[in-house]
């Protein structure tokens, strides 16, 4: 059942104003997760890493640096990917291609989904307090890849903060800048296709007229139909083709729940279970236009983790878990934490202790998924040289479009900079002194896979206790041609002494050579 506006139960709750000094400490409360998200991007790399930003880069890009529009607005995993793709460009040209700042705006972005949901709160509810836990909730270290590497931020981000935004419009009935948002999103990515039926949802609820009601709806079914005719055929990614209802269930739940994990997924699947049923027993109820933005934003949530679970499912295992999923079950949290507190029967104490207990769990949960991301990002870091070197054997074992060099030089974009180095001081070009290498201890280090291949070269180094500062490739005139990524986790290495390389595809019997406290070292093969 719907109250209307003019049926609407009054809150005698304490205005949440009356406590003026705590409210403003609590605001402050509320910044101190993107911040330290913040301190994590400014410690960062420059380097975007990950094919999605240089397939993109590549297909908007002409050879001589300039935009292509008409490419923008074609599909990047059969999504609307407009937005992005300009950011991207943008990036490129202006800023000389740097991760960094797209994490800064990728934060801006996800603060704004932090105002967007406390905008939706009435002055009756202990707005700071609530503020401060979406804040937690929506900057958890589970979602680190947002802002680790700035590919995946700029791609979710202003679907996302564009979808809660229309939706926070509506709760307050401004209808024309919800659909403005909504249409906007649209043209960002997948994840903001279902924000014209939470809009319509909104509508509902807040009692508007049938046309107010049926616009969103008929705008988001004319998006679907579209979007499913013009998007390319074919499997995506690594995504499984199957029938195969339960594993999507348990990806949806997955995705919704993740936020209570940071390894396995049978308890994400039973978190978010369990958020499924409080949304079902929260909304079967009596629904009052001030809950209208509450219900959207579940409904928007659980309709984002379903396309997940339909367009993402995999083989062998629960997507639902990937890093940047994660902002999904936030918001499916934050949605119920927002319907629970609009019920008047619930004391501030009692909601007070909820929030920050959900927020400061999960966020601590989420520490060890950070982790995991970082170690997995780093060794991508070995894409700037093989960019700069120009190794199109390397590059697609990093899954980088080889064709994007052009563009790149054109634009003047990292790595093709002046100040483009290897570590250690040393730039390509440079020449050392063959007869000041020395030849590395024994059991002291290896090179694991074959030199003289267009290959990613990886092995360990670590003389008396002490990994390699950088690593560099030599040829056999003493001349630098390439260099790589040290200080990453290597099996069967207690410490992170492992490296990653890649040497000019032309060098002339290239050699590893590692710098531990000032002094080179050949690195052998282990593979002949």
């Not at 998200?37 to 300039?66: C, E, F, M, N, P």
């Not at 360990?460 to 030599?474: F, K, S």
Request: with cysteine; proline share 5%.
């Amino acid at each position: 059942m719907i109250v209307t506006s003019t049926e609407a139960v009054v809150d005698q709750r304490e205005p949440a104003d009356s406590r003026p000094r705590l409210g403003w400490m609590l605001y402050l409360s509320a910044a101190v997760p993107p911040m330290l998200a913040l301190w994590q991007v400014i410690r960062g790399t420059r380097q975007h890493v990950l094919l999605d930003y240089w397939h993109v880069l590549a297909k908007v890009t002409a050879d001589d640096g300039s935009l292509q529009p008409a490419m923008a607005a074609t599909y990047h995993l059969e999504q609307p990917f407009v937005l992005p793709s300009l950011i991207f460009w943008l990036d490129a040209r202006v800023l000389g291609g740097d991760n960094r700042v797209l994490g800064v705006l990728t934060l801006l972005l996800l603060v704004g989904v932090v105002a967007a949901l406390g905008s939706m709160l009435p002055r009756s509810l202990p707005r700071p307090l609530l503020v401060a836990g979406f804040s937690l909730l929506v900057f958890t270290p589970h979602a680190i890849e947002l802002w680790a590497q700035a590919t995946n931020g700029i791609s979710w981000a202003p679907a996302v903060f564009l979808s809660v935004l229309a939706i926070a419009c509506a709760h307050h009935g401004r209808i024309w800048p919800s659909y403005v948002a909504a249409g906007l999103g649209t043209l960002s990515f997948g994840t903001a296709l279902p924000v014209w039926f939470a809009l319509a949802l909104v509508a509902w609820i807040r009692g508007e007229s049938r046309r107010r009601v049926a616009v969103p709806a008929a705008v988001g079914v004319v998006v679907i139909v579209l979007w499913l005719a013009s998007k390319p055929t074919g499997q995506n990614s690594l995504a499984t083709s199957a029938f195969d209802p339960s594993g999507r269930l348990a990806v949806v739940s997955a995705a919704l729940g993740s936020l209570w994990t940071s390894k396995g997924p049978d308890l994400a699947v039973i978190a978010g279970g369990g958020l499924l049923v409080a949304v079902a027993l929260l909304t079967l109820g009596r629904l009052r236009p001030r809950e209208a933005g509450w219900v959207g934003l579940a409904g928007y949530a659980v309709a984002v983790a379903c396309l997940i679970g339909l367009g993402r499912t995999t083989a062998g295992e629960n997507i639902g878990l990937v890093s940047r999923y994660s902002i999904v079950a936030a918001l499916a949290t934050c949605a119920v934490i927002g319907l629970v507190a609009m019920r008047e029967t619930v004391r501030v104490r009692h909601l007070a202790a909820g929030v920050l207990a959900i927020g400061l769990i999960t966020h601590a949960i989420g520490a060890p998924k950070a982790a995991d991301v970082r170690r997995a990002y780093a060794p991508l870091e070995v894409a700037d040289t093989a960019l700069r070197v120009e190794a199109p054997g390397a590059l697609a074992e990093l899954r980088i479009n080889s064709g994007v060099i052009p563009a790149a030089k054109a634009l003047g974009m990292e790595p093709f900079t002046g100040d483009f180095a290897l570590g250690c001081g040393f730039t390509l070009g440079d020449r050392v002194d063959l007869r000041s290498i020395r030849e590395l201890p024994a059991g002291a280090g290896v090179v694991d896979t074959k030199m003289g291949e267009d290959r990613v070269q990886s092995g360990w180094t670590a003389v008396e206790g002490h990994a390699a500062e950088c690593v560099l490739v030599v040829d056999d005139a003493g001349a630098l041609v390439g260099g790589g990524i040290a200080g990453l986790a290597h099996p069967g290495v207690p410490w992170e002494a492992g490296w990653r390389a890649v040497a000019r595809p032309d060098s002339a019997n290239p050699a590893i050579v590692a710098v531990v406290d000032g002094n080179l070292y050949r690195v052998d093969n282990d593979v002949s």
